[in-house]
């Protein structure tokens, strides 16, 4: 938990300095590209969890 807490607190500071010097953002800029992150990640997961890819 600690973890994403840390993660989220960087983030939100890396996306200050980003706009703050007008920089595009490094990441998806809509919920839809950060969801379709999210569902790379849960299907590397479950893939792993169930044998696929050894």
Known sequence: MREIILTTITGFIVGLIFAR??????????????????????GYLVAAKIGIGK
Do not use: D, E, H, N
């Open 21 to 42: 010097f007008r920089l595009p953002i490094p990441g998806p800029p809509s919920l839809a590209g950060v969801m379709g992150i999210f569902g790379i990640l849960l």
